[in-house]
């Protein structure tokens, strides 16, 4: 009996000990997680940290706060005291810090609600000083932290003669900072922001709350760690856990250009594929790793299988159920957005145009054993060829030679009315083609033109060809239409992002700023479009309607600075202002000396001036010119760079000035 209690007592204890390791694990996988999600928080806000003050405050928070959960999670796994003493005084780097960071988050908080102040940004630069010099002390003395515990499962530093006084700093400057927190919301007016500073508000006690040296206050070499010790820490850290997301959903808004729908979507889908990826990785491993052999199989072995079958298992949920969990979170569960993403997954670019011409070609092909046909689409520079299936010799020469784009603006686009042109069973006989005009879906405009090589001089085709080919047709000028159709949408949004830009910045600062921000004047723009790789486009365009249009009267260009400071003097009519514009840069184009329609410095403006001034067709500035249409277009695009690069270099002039 009595040696029945010595055996008792030592399954006892080991129980005891196995339980202890357990909560430990936990509490290291806990710390790990947040470390995980600490950082991917770091680099999703990196990218605008550096100019938005929220965000830069924040990154700095929570980056302190990672410092100090990856040194007690390096602590808890070192074999040598020394290195545990190290890494525990390399953790006060985030210590000493976090007052100052989260001061410096309350103060950019404060800020944005519309309450800026000089003092406020002084003493965070203080407090930045002093956490510093608490540093200093750390690492080099020990009259803040002393001597090593080395505590099973958790080491610890003993409390220095001035630990006091950096307790003292610490929580004042957690006071402070949520006193300007308090003031912050009670500045908004929004319920939406009241709600997300409310939230903030209590998120706010996570920092300090997380990263305090409890353990040396508490700490005595005499005393082991109590048990219950574990589950305060790992309920403590769970607490912490939710806090950081709660902020970090919060705060992500702050600074953003995008509407918060985007906003959220973009932040939940980063935090699925990235630390939710990674934590589901590290449990795996952990699991794994600390069993016995699975299957007879080594433990590295499985654990090799087991981590890649679970990254890959992980991808494949994300990627599987997305759009459910859209909706299940109403991550995107506007009808508007629903519209706007079926339109994208279904526009037709122009591969996809020519991917589908280009089927639809081989099949006339097939059906009336020919071994070319073609299909070019009428655009305001002229025929463009779109797709071509089997050999084409001379396209140019077929596109060009005739005008199709003044038939097709012609007798209501009936190209085969035109007197000029051979017809034959409703096709257009040119040299070896067989040649149908396309027409839209209300048949009055020709939108481009279907060309199959003659098997015969005049069209034999039966009435099974006929009917195929009639299909075909129609096939083709629908597509053509429907490409039309989007890319007058593409125009239209074009022309409305920079309007919808500057509404969502007027809307993120209005949010927090309120009053003064709605009524503040507009600032001065500094001309985006400089930098628009479209700009050379929008030039091009205004010059197509020089004397009247859409691509004129609703051209972005409008809102150029040289183009607003034109107005003054064209009865502050934006039409006449612009035109004015391009005709100043067409005439630096101009050489000097007498006008020469042949001379090679003089073929850049002629271009310009018999196009687009003059308003004459191709074929005729192709004539007077004595040069062919194919090196006219390609002149002509030189042309209109230079054009542009000149409106470029007026715009830099007007704002330097």
Request: proline share 6%; hydrophobic share 50%; net charge neutral.
């Amino acid at each position: 009996m009595d040696s029945a209690v010595p055996g008792f007592a030592a399954c006892a204890f080991a129980s005891m000990s196995n339980l202890v390791d357990v909560l430990a694990l936990a509490n290291d996988v806990l710390q790990a997680i947040i470390v995980i999600f600490g950082s991917a928080v770091v680099l999703y806000n990196l990218g605008r940290s550096l100019r938005v003050p929220v965000i830069r405050a924040f990154c700095a928070l929570i980056t302190f706060v990672v410092i100090v959960y990856l040194t007690e999670l390096l602590v808890s796994r070192t074999i040598v005291a020394g290195s545990a003493q190290t890494w525990l005084r390399s953790g006060w780097i985030g210590i000493a810090l976090v007052p100052a960071a989260q001061y410096q988050l309350s103060d950019a908080l404060l800020t944005i609600t519309g309450s800026p102040s000089h003092r406020r940004r002084f003493v965070m630069y203080a407090a930045y000083l002093i956490g510093l010099v608490f540093l200093g002390l750390v690492l080099w003395t020990d009259l803040i932290v002393g001597k090593l515990i080395p505590t099973p499962r958790a080491p610890h530093l003993t409390a220095g003669p001035l630990f006091p006084i950096f307790a003292l700093f610490y929580w004042a400057g957690m006071a402070a900072s949520i006193y300007h927190v308090w003031r912050a919301r009670q500045r908004t007016v929004t319920r939406t922001t009241q709600r997300r500073i409310t939230t903030t508000l209590i998120a706010f006690w996570a920092a300090p709350l997380a990263v305090f040296p409890y353990l040396v206050v508490v700490g005595s070499p005499n005393k082991s760690i109590p048990i219950l010790f574990w589950p305060i820490v790992i309920m403590g850290n769970l607490v912490v856990g939710a806090l950081f997301g709660l902020m970090t959903s919060h705060l992500s808004y702050f600074g953003a250009m995008s509407p918060d729908r985007v906003v959220r979507v973009r932040l939940f889908k980063f935090m699925a594929r990235v630390p939710l990826a990674g934590t589901i990785v590290l449990l795996v491993y952990v699991l794994v790793s600390r069993n016995s052999p699975i299957l007879g199989l080594p433990t590295e072995t499985a654990l090799g299988f087991t981590l890649v079958a679970t990254v890959m298992l992980v991808e494949w949920l994300i990627h599987a159920y997305k759009r459910p969990l859209e909706r299940l979170f109403q991550l995107n569960n506007d009808p508007d957005v629903y519209r706007i993403q079926r339109l994208s997954e279904r526009l037709l670019t122009t591969s996809d145009l020519r991917q589908f011409l280009e089927s639809v070609l081989a099949a006339a092909c097939e059906a009336l054993r020919t071994p070319t046909a073609f299909v070019a689409a009428i655009t305001p520079e002229g025929p463009n060829l779109e797709a071509v299936v089997g050999p084409l010799t001379e396209p140019e020469t077929i596109l060009q030679d005739t005008d199709w784009q003044q038939l097709a603006q012609s007798q209501n686009g009936d190209a085969l009315a035109a007197p000029d042109l051979e017809t034959a069973d409703n096709f257009i006989l040119w040299q070896n083609y067989w040649i149908r005009p396309l027409y839209n879906q209300q048949q009055d405009a020709m939108i481009g033109i279907f060309g199959i090589r003659a098997r015969t001089p005049i069209p034999d085709l039966d009435e099974a060809e006929a009917a195929l080919l009639e299909q075909l047709l129609e096939q083709t000028a629908l597509a053509l239409g429907d490409r039309i159709l989007q890319q007058q949408v593409f125009a239209a949004v074009e022309g409305l992002l920079p309007q919808i830009s500057a509404l969502q910045e007027r809307r993120g600062a209005a949010t927090f700023g309120g009053l003064p921000v709605l009524t503040a004047p507009p600032e001065p723009e500094d001309t985006p479009l400089l930098n628009d790789p479209g700009f050379t486009g929008m030039v091009r365009d205004a010059l197509s309607h020089y004397w009247g249009g859409p691509k004129l009267t609703q051209s972005p260009l409008m809102r150029l600075r040289v183009v607003q400071e034109a107005m003054a003097e064209h009865d502050n009519n934006p039409t006449n202002a612009l035109r004015a514009i391009l005709e100043d840069a067409i005439e630096v184009q101009k050489p000097e000396g007498e006008r020469n329609l042949t001379r090679a410095e003089w073929i850049l403006y002629n271009i310009l001036e018999m196009k687009f001034v003059q308003g004459k067709r191709v074929r005729d500035v192709a004539r007077r010119l004595a040069m062919s249409e194919s090196d006219l277009y390609r002149k002509q695009r030189v042309a209109i760079e230079n054009v542009a690069r000149t409106i470029e270099m007026m715009e830099t002039a007007v704002n330097e000035d």
